[in-house]
C-alpha cells in the first residue's frame, strides 16, 4: 500500500519477526509461505531475534553452547550448502545458543547463506527504506566491560563468555543520532517488564527459577535499558525467553518504542508475528540492502575504544550521566560515506555474492555429528573486503591469528564461577553439573530416538495431510473468550487472528509451527515447562 506525496511515497512494509529460531529456519520459512497463501500478502522482511544456529558441519556444532538433547544440525546447513534458498531477505542477530565461530568470522556483519544475513556483535543496516539496528549476545556483568578476547578453539569458559555482550559494542550503539525504526536483540532491556500488562500470564508460562527472576526485578540488560532511552527507535523486538510479550515505552514529545519479545519456534509457542511498519522512502522500484552511512562513521570514531584481549576497561555506559563523546560530525559522514561508495561500485549496497569456501562444507545430511572438533579460526573474505573499504584494519583477525590457544591448564580469560545459566536444579558439588557421562554411540541413539519419537508424536496427532504443517492463532482477548482458534492449514480452513501489538492498532499476525516437516528436523514437543533449555533460555 503507498500514498504519493510529492517526490516520496509512503509505504508498509511487512515485516515478519521471529522469536527464538533454535535452527528451525525451515519450517519458519514454510510458516511464512503458507500464511502468504492464506492472506493474500507478501512478506518483505524476516528478522530473526536470536539463537539463530547457523549451523553448517558438525565442527560448527562443537561450538555451540546447548544441552546434549538439543546438540542436532537441524535445517540451516541446507541453505549453507545451496540445496535450499531463503524466500525472503533475512537478518538475524546472535544469542546464546550459536556455532560463535561462524559469528567470530563475520564480527562486523556478513552473509551466512545466500539471503541471509547475520548482523555482527552490532550493526546498522537500511532496506527498503527501514533503518534497522542490532545487538548480539545477551548480558553477563563479569564480562561486560571486557574486551573482545577469545580465541579459537574455545575452552569450556570461553564458549561461554564470547555470546557474552561487550561495553564497546553498547557504546557503539549510543553514538547513533539519526532515527532509528526496528532494533534487534536477543536479551530484553531491563525494566520493560514495567511497559507491559501481560505479567501475570507470564508468570503462569514460566518456570520456577524464571518466576524468582521476574518477581526480584532481574529481567533484562541494562545495557540494552541505555539503548532504548538514547536511541528511541519505533519498535523494538526480541526473544530469549520463549514467551510472547508486547509493551509500549513512551519516550516524551510524542516518540514511543512499541515492544515485542516472541517464542521459541515449537508447536504451541507464539514465535512468528507479522508487523506492518509505515516508511518513507524515495521512489525506487526494487528495494536496495545498504549499509548505512552514520554506521560506517561510527565505526572509525570508535575504533579506539575496540580492544581485543579479555582486560576490564569501563566505558562508563551504564552511568547515568553518560553523554555520546564518539558521534560523528555531518561533514565526517560525508566524507567516510564518498570514500566509501568510491570502493563499493559507487553505492552503499551490500553485495549479494555468497561464496562457500572450499575447506568449509556442509554437513552431507547423514554422517556422524556428534563426534566432531572445533574448527580452527577463519576469517571470512566478506569481512577482510567490507574493512579494506572502510579503510580499518583487521585487528580482530591480527590478534587471533597472533596469538595461539595457551598451554593446557592456563587461560587467556580469568576463570569465571558458575552463572545462572550454569545451574541447574540437581547440581553436584561446587555448582557443577551432574550430568551422567554418556558414550558418542547412546548420545547419538538418545538424539535420533528423541527426533523419532517427535515425528511419531506429531503425526499420531495430526492425521492427514503430512505438509499441514502451521496454524494462524487468533491472540486476542476477545477472541480467546470465544475460543476462536484458527486451523490448520491442510484440511482446516486457516483464520488470521486479530492480534495486535500493545498499544497499537496494526493488526498482525501470531503464528506457531504444529508439526515436523518432511525431510526432517521435526521440532521439539515437549511441553515448554519440561523443557530443559529454558533454564538457559
Known sequence: MSEEGGQRTRVIRKVAVAGCVH?????????????????????????????????????????????????????????????RKAPVLTVFVGGNHEASNVHLSLFNGGWVAPNIYYMGHANVVNFAGLRIAGISGIYNQRHYHLGFGETMPFDDSQLRSVYHIREASVLRLLQIARP????????????????????????DMWTQQLRRTITSNDVG?????????????????AAHYHVRFPAE????????????????????????????????????????????PEWLAIMHSTAGVMH????????????????????????????????????????????????????????DGKSDFLGARQAPYRCSVQTVAFLRKLKLSNRLHDFLSNNPKPPPGQRFCEPVPPSEEDKSTNRKGRGRRATPRLSL??????????????????????????????????????ARARGVRGGGVGGASGARGDAQMHGSPRKLAAVEAATGLAGGGAPEVAPAAEDEEWQEC
Open 249 to 292: 515505552v513512551s519516550h516524551g514529545s510524542g516518540s514511543k518504542t512499541s515492544f515485542l519479545a516472541l517464542g521459541k519456534c515449537l508447536p504451541d509457542h507464539e514465535f512468528l508475528q507479522v508487523v506492518d511498519v509505515e516508511v518513507k522512502q524515495p521512489n525506487a522500484k526494487v528495494p536496495k540492502f545498504e549499509y548505512d
Open 221 to 237: 540488560n541494562p545495557a540494552l535499558s541505555k539503548i532504548l532511552h538514547v536511541m528511541k527507535p519505533r519498535y523494538w523486538f
Open 441 to 478: 554411540a547412546s548420545t547419538r541413539r538418545e538424539a535420533e530416538a528423541k527426533q523419532t519419537r517427535s515425528v511419531r508424536s506429531v503425526r499420531s496427532a495430526r492425521s492427514g495431510d503430512a505438509h499441514a504443517a502451521h496454524s494462524v492463532r487468533t491472540t486476542s482477548p476477545a
Open 23 to 83: 535452527g528451525e529456519i525451515e519450517t519458519i520459512y514454510k510458516t511464512i509461505q503458507k500464511l502468504e497463501k492464506t492472506e493474500k500478502m507478501k512478506v518483505d522482511l524476516l528478522v530473526c531475534c536470536g539463537d539463530f544456529q547457523a549451523v553448517r558441519n558438525p565442527e560448527d556444532l562443537a561450538c555451540m553452547v546447548t544441552p546434549k538433547k538439543y546438540r542436532l544440525m537441524k535445517t540451516f546447513y541446507k541453505y549453507y550448502s545451496g540445496k
Open 308 to 363: 581485543y584481549d579479555m582486560k576490564k576497561r569501563n566505558l562508563g555506559t551504564l552511568k547515568p550521566d553518560y553523554k555520546p563523546e564518539h558521534r560523528p560530525r555531518e561533514e565526517d559522514i560525508a566524507k567516510i560515506t564518498e570514500e566509501f561508495k568510491s570502493a563499493n561500485n559507487g553505492g552503499l549496497e551490500i553485495p549479494l555474492e555468497f561464496a562457500r569456501p572450499v575447506e568449509l562444507k556442509a554437513w
Open 180 to 203: 532509528v525504526d526496528i532494533m534487534l536483540s536477543h536479551d530484553w532491556p531491563h525494566g520493560i517488564m514495567g511497559f507491559g500488562s501481560n505479567n501475570k500470564d507470564l508468570l
